[in-house]
C-alpha cells in the first residue's frame, strides 16, 4: 500500500499520504507543507490514541493498564521526490509495556514508571533530564517546560511534562506555534508513563529567542490550546497572547455580563466615548 501510494503521488502529482491503524499500532506518512498536514495527522492522534481530543479529554478506547502509548515523529532530510520541495514526515504510533504497571502517581523514579521501550531507546543523560522534570512536576497543576542544548548539532531539546488528560489538543497546538515562530523540528516524542505523565520531547532549530517566544507561548497553549478563535492564531491574526487575551475576555463577559446591571449601564455609559 505504500508503494502504490509513493507511486500514485508520483504519476498523479497529488501530495503524498498514507496511513495504517490498528489497536495499539499506527503509522503515518505526510508532507510537511503545508503544515497543517501534519497538524490533521496529529488531532487524529490526539483523539484515537493519546485521549485529549478536542474539546474533551476523552480516554482512549483501547486504554491498557499495563501499557503506554508512544508516539514518534521524524522529518526527512531529502524530499518527498527529486522534483518536490517538501520533506517526508513519519509517525510511528505504538503501546509498549511499562516496567510496573501498578506504580503510584506520586512515584517518580524513572526506572519503575516508564515503558521497557523507553529504557531500551533513551540514552543515560538523556534519562536524567527526563527524570528531573517528572520529580519537578510530578504535583504540579500546570505544565512544566523546559529548553536546552541537544546532541544533535544545531537543534535545542524542548522538554515538556504534564499530567495526561490534564488539556486538550496540545500536540497539535504545538505544531501551530511551531509554524508560526519559523521553528524547524526534526524529530519529536511523546511518551506515557504508568504514574499519569506525559512527556514530549522535541528537538527544534531556530533563532534562541524564536524558541524562548514558543516555549512561553507554550505554556499558554496549555491552559487555553484549542479554542472557537484558534482559527485566527492559525492564520495568524491574532498572536498567542491576543487570543488568550479574546477568549478570557469573551468568557468573562459572557458568565458575569451577560445581564446588564444599573451599575454596568452607568459605568458603559461613562466610558462609551
Not at 478536542?54 to 508512544?70: P, T
Not at 523507553?118 to 510530578?138: M, P
Amino acid at each position: 500500500a505504500y508503494l502504490t501510494a509513493t507511486l500514485y503521488t508520483k504519476d498523479s502529482g497529488s501530495a503524498f499520504s498514507y496511513h495504517l491503524e490498528e489497536e495499539d499500532y499506527a503509522l503515518y506518512f505526510t508532507e510537511d507543507l503545508p503544515y497543517n498536514r501534519l497538524v490533521e495527522v496529529e488531532r487524529r492522534i490526539e483523539e484515537k490514541y493519546l485521549g485529549e481530543g478536542y474539546i474533551v479529554a476523552k480516554e482512549s478506547e483501547n486504554k491498557l493498564n499495563d501499557s503506554g502509548i508512544s508516539v514518534k515523529y521524524y522529518l526527512s532530510t531529502g524530499t518527498v521526490h527529486p522534483t518536490s520541495k517538501n520533506k517526508l514526515a513519519m509517525y510511528l504510533v505504538s503501546r509498549d509495556q511499562f516496567v510496573k504497571p501498578d506504580t503510584k502517581e506520586s512515584e517518580t523514579d524513572i526506572n519503575l514508571v516508564s515503558t521497557g521501550a523507553f529504557l531500551r531507546d533513551v540514552d543515560e543523560k538523556l534519562r536524567e533530564k527526563s527524570q528531573k522534570a517528572i520529580v519537578d512536576n510530578i504535583s504540579s497543576m500546570t505544565v512544566g517546560i523546559k529548553w536546552s542544548d541537544s546532541a544533535l548539532p544545531s537543534y535545542e531539546l524542548v522538554l515538556i511534562t504534564y499530567k495526561k488528560s490534564s488539556t486538550h489538543s496540545y500536540f497539535s497546538s504545538l505544531t501551530t506555534l511551531m509554524d508560526i515562530n519559523k521553528l524547524e523540528c526534526i524529530h519529536k516524542t511523546i511518551r506515557e508513563f504508568s504514574n499519569s505523565i506525559f512527556q514530549y520531547m522535541m528537538y527544534v532549530k531556530g533563532k534562541k529567542e524564536d524558541i524562548q517566544k514558543f516555549t512561553e507561548q507554550a505554556n499558554l497553549m496549555y491552559i487555553l490550546p484549542r479554542t472557537s478563535l484558534f482559527p485566527l492564531l492559525e492564520q495568524e491574526k491574532l498572536n498567542a497572547e491576543e487570543v488568550v487575551y479574546a477568549y478570557a475576555g469573551w468568557k468573562f463577559v459572557y458568565h458575569f455580563l451577560n445581564k446588564a446591571s444599573e451599575e454596568f449601564t452607568q459605568l458603559w455609559e461613562s466610558l462609551k466615548d
